[in-house]
T-cell receptor
Framework: AQKITQTQPGMFVQEKEAVTLDCTYD???????LFWYKQPSSGEMIFLIY??????QNATEGRYSLNFQKARKSANLVISASQLGDSAMYFC???????????FGKGTRLHILP | NAGVTQTPKFQVLKTGQSMTLQCAQD?????MSWYRQDPGMGLRLIHY???????DQGEVPNGYNVSRSTTEDFPLRLLSAAPSQTSVYFC??????????????FGEGSRLTVL
């Protein structure tokens, strides 16, 4: 069974608009961690944001925020005021608590239109 | 500041050949891992290690071996390469404390083609 599900293979968004990238996860554990990474066309993996399952507040890092809904097992990434440089592949990942593996979703390719 | 260094960046192999992808990190991270990235499949975990002398299988371990003799190095070995192993390989490391990993620091990737 897929542990991390990203249902949007691709998205097109107008520059300066906000964008939400969906991520749902599957775990029976109470303690876990969720990550978002960005992969530009150059190929490197860039860490964006982290949310712990016990964190009471949604994580924020600059223009990135994580809309964490624990009961729904979703951890959507919100990018405010999108920029052309945000065009990239975005991956959601989860730390599996029982063995500390970090598992990734299939990713969403985001295209920002001028 | 080197971070995570992978070599080689590009490699072409013939079916049946063996090779080793090298990975070294200079951040004293306990946790190291190998992923492969294929179009439409995201990153899939091959093997990982939580410290020297300890390794474990990920999601797609078949056809790959690893060892962790030092904290710094985590080589990935392909014993008999197959075309299905054509992929981009990433090594990644992180801190590991209280049974939890921090965010992963990635190498630049190694593109492997098996003919």
């Amino acid at each position: 069974a897929q542990k991390i599900t990203q249902t949007q293979p691709g998205m097109f968004v107008q520059e300066k608009e906000a964008v939400t990238l969906d991520c749902t996860y599957d775990t029976s554990d109470q303690s876990y961690g969720l990550f978002w990474y960005k992969q530009p066309s150059s190929g490197e993996m860039i860490f964006l944001i982290y949310q712990g399952s016990y964190d009471e507040q949604n994580a924020t890092e600059g223009r990135y925020s994580l809309n964490f809904q624990k009961a729904r097992k979703s951890a959507n990434l919100v990018i405010s005021a999108s920029q052309l440089g945000d065009s990239a592949m975005y991956f959601c990942a989860m730390r599996e608590p029982r063995d500390d593996k970090i598992i990734f979703g299939k990713g969403t390719r985001l295209h920002i239109l001028p | 500041n080197a971070g995570v260094t992978q070599t080689p960046k590009f490699q072409v192999l013939k079916t049946g050949q063996s090779m080793t992808l090298q990975c070294a990190q200079d951040m004293n991270h306990e946790y190291m891992s190998w992923y492969r990235q294929d179009p439409g499949m995201g990153l899939r975990l091959i093997h990982y290690s939580v410290g020297a002398g300890i390794t474990d299988q990920g999601e797609v371990p078949n056809g790959y071996n690893v060892s962790r003799s030092t904290t710094e190095d985590f080589p990935l070995r392909l014993l008999s390469a197959a075309p299905s192993q054509t992929s981009v390989y990433f090594c990644a490391s992180s801190y590991f404390s209280s049974g939890r990993t921090g965010e992963l620091f990635f190498g630049e990737g190694s593109r492997l083609t098996v003919l």
